[in-house]
C-alpha cells in the first residue's frame, strides 16, 4: 500500500517568512494529492491539492509542487500570519481520494510574532 | 446545511464494552469514511464505502464495523473495546468515487479505560 513520509514534524518561523512543508510518496500509481490544515481542537479542512498532470497550483499566499518522478510533493506558504498555526497534513491517494487517502504524520507549524 | 454530524463527540467506555459512533451527512455524498487521529500518527484510515450497501477495509480495519445501508448514514461499531482504540474518530464524505475534497465531521474523542 501507499507510505507517505511528511517532514518537519515541527516548524517554527516568523510572521511574515515562508515556511515549506515536503512529502514523499511510495506508489508511482498515485496521482491525487492534498493538503489539510488541522487548528487545535478541530476537523482537517482542504487547503488545497493538486493532481498527477500538474507540477504546481498555487491559491493566494499558499502553493503546492509535485515531481512525479521523484515521488515528491511540497506545500509552500508564504508571508506566513498568525492564523497560519496549525498542523498541516499531506495524503496521496490513486483514486482521486475515493478509495481512502493515506495521510503523513503531520506538521505543526508555529509562527513566531 | 448541517454537513458530515458526528455523534457523541465525547465517550468514555470500559473495556470490553461495545458502541457505535454515528455519523450522518445531508450532501448527497456517495463516498464515505472513519478515521482514527492519534498523537504523531496522522490520520488513518479504518473503513470506507462508495455507496449504500458498499463497505471496504482501510489501513486499520480490526476490531471495527461498518456498514451503509442508507446513503446519509455509515455508523462505525466498535465491537468489544480495548484501550488500543483510544482515539479521536473523524467521519468524513466527498462527492464521488473520483474523490476530491473530503468533508470531515467535527470528531469524537473516545477513551477506553
Known amino acids: 500500500g501507499e507510505n507517505v513520509e511528511q517532514h518537519p514534524s515541527t516548524l517554527s518561523v516568523q510572521e511574515g517568512d515562508s515556511a515549506v512543508i515536503k512529502c514523499t510518496y511510495s506508489d508511482s500509481a498515485s496521482n491525487y494529492f492534498p493538503w489539510y490544515k488541522q487548528e487545535l481542537g478541530k476537523r482537517p479542512q482542504l487547503i488545497i491539492d493538486i493532481r498527477s498532470n500538474v507540477g504546481e497550483k498555487k491559491d493566494q499566499r499558499i502553493a503546492v509542487t509535485l515531481n512525479k518522478t521523484a515521488k515528491h510533493f511540497s506545500l509552500h506558504i508564504t508571508e506566513t500570519q498568525p492564523e497560519d498555526s496549525a498542523v498541516y497534513f499531506c495524503?496521496?491517494?490513486?483514486?482521486?481520494?475515493?478509495?481512502?487517502?493515506?495521510f503523513g504524520k503531520g506538521t505543526h507549524l508555529i509562527i513566531q510574532p | 446545511n448541517a454537513g458530515v454530524t458526528q455523534t457523541p463527540k465525547f465517550q468514555v467506555l470500559k473495556t470490553g464494552q461495545s458502541m457505535t459512533l454515528q455519523c450522518a451527512q445531508d450532501?448527497?455524498?456517495?463516498?464515505m469514511s472513519w478515521y482514527r487521529q492519534d498523537p504523531g500518527m496522522g490520520l488513518r484510515l479504518i473503513h470506507y464505502?462508495?455507496?449504500?450497501?458498499?463497505?471496504d477495509q482501510g489501513e486499520v480495519p480490526n476490531g471495527y464495523n461498518v456498514s451503509r445501508s442508507t446513503t446519509e448514514d455509515f455508523p462505525l461499531r466498535l465491537l468489544s473495546a480495548a484501550p488500543s482504540q483510544t482515539s479521536v474518530y473523524f467521519c468524513a464524505s466527498s462527492q464521488n468515487r473520483l474523490g476530491g475534497e473530503l468533508f470531515f465531521g467535527e470528531g469524537s474523542r473516545l477513551t477506553v479505560l
Open positions: 450532501m448527497n455524498h456517495e463516498y
Open positions: 495524503a496521496a491517494s490513486d483514486a482521486g481520494g475515493a478509495d481512502g487517502l493515506t
Open positions: 464505502s462508495v455507496g449504500a450497501g458498499i463497505t
